[in-house]
């Protein structure tokens, strides 16, 4: 059985699984009978001291990418007013205590995503007629996007680019889907872990410094950027090995945006783990800044807010759930935390079907 319900025993593993929609009560009788995938050590850890950098390869496909350890800790959300570019959204800043966990050392890039926005495993499959596993038989019973009505890079690039312009249940579904078919739980970041990952241990308005002036050495913005995103991981990575935390794409997270989210967050002691759950479809907060944005909207502290007006130019009516398509400068990577998150946490996190993941 898949390690999406880690440490849990077979049957409770099953009936979760088919409680919340990710497989069938008859992909698991035929998973019983189905090959698996090759075990992949480097990706197992019990304690945060055995974690290590691993390669993630999809298997029956050619996507593959890399994940780094972000060691559990402490660390001030938020920015101080005095910060240059701050905003009242950010404050007050609050001490928050975040588990370890592992982070894509980029963006999500469109040889991963089309495997599955475009069935290519399936496809490819079909046409060589090979065995399916009991990873491939899981991750086939998860939705798919409609097609896009035009091609998504917008003529931007594609190998090796950042996948952009979905929608936050988009994310949050192929989250889904690349737990099934790798075995090990992806999700999208919380914002605070975002933030903790993308400081990297560091205090200042960037992960290198205070000085904007060096942000062309590690970030694409619109000074930079002529325009369009850029090949992920070309520039220097943060402390902790991430490449793009600051532009390129803006990255979606789990939490609903409020202004005022972290007053809501004690001022006399350290927060473990926050998240902020869905209530309503808009708005969701986005994290980083992109090739778009002035230098100011980068910072490890700077908030964005989604916005139905991302979709104006959908032509369909009602306008697709999959699809931002004017959100050009928006994408996103995925963590997989050492300790499983609960059950009800996982329903949580990736989407309980109830209409307010950003669509």
Known sequence: MISVCRGWGRMQCSAWLVSVGLISAAVVF??????SVPANPAAEAKTEAEMKAYTEKVYGTDAKFDMLPIPGGEF??????????????????????????????????WDEYDVWNHNLDIKKRQVLKTVATAQDLASDTVTRPTKPYTDMTFGMGHDGYPAICMTQLAAKTYCQWLSAKTGHYYRLPTEAE???????????????????????DYAWSEENSEGAYQKVG?????PWGLHDMHGNVMEWTLDQYFPDAYSKLPADKVSLRPFVPSTK????????????????????AAREKS????????????KSRWYHT?????GFRVVRPLADDTAAEKVLYMGTGDGQEDR
């Open 326 to 330: 004017d959100a050009l400068f928006l």
């Open 281 to 300: 479809l808009y708005p969701h907060v986005a994290r980083g800044g992109s090739w778009d944005d002035k230098p100011e909207l980068l910072r490890s």
């Open 76 to 109: 001030l959300i938020g920015s101080p007013d005095t910060e240059p570019g701050h905003k009242p959204d950010e404050a007050p800043q609050r001490k928050v205590k975040i588990a370890p966990f592992w982070m894509g050392k980029c963006e999500v890039t």
């Open 307 to 318: 916005d139905p007006l991302w979709k104006v130019q959908d032509p369909q009516l009602p």
């Open 30 to 35: 035929a998973q019983d009978k189905a090959p």
């Open 234 to 238: 070309k520039k220097k990575p943060n």
């Open 194 to 216: 975002w933030e903790y990952a993308c400081r990297a241990g560091t205090t200042t308005a960037y992960s290198f410094g205070d000085d904007a002036s060096k942000l062309g």
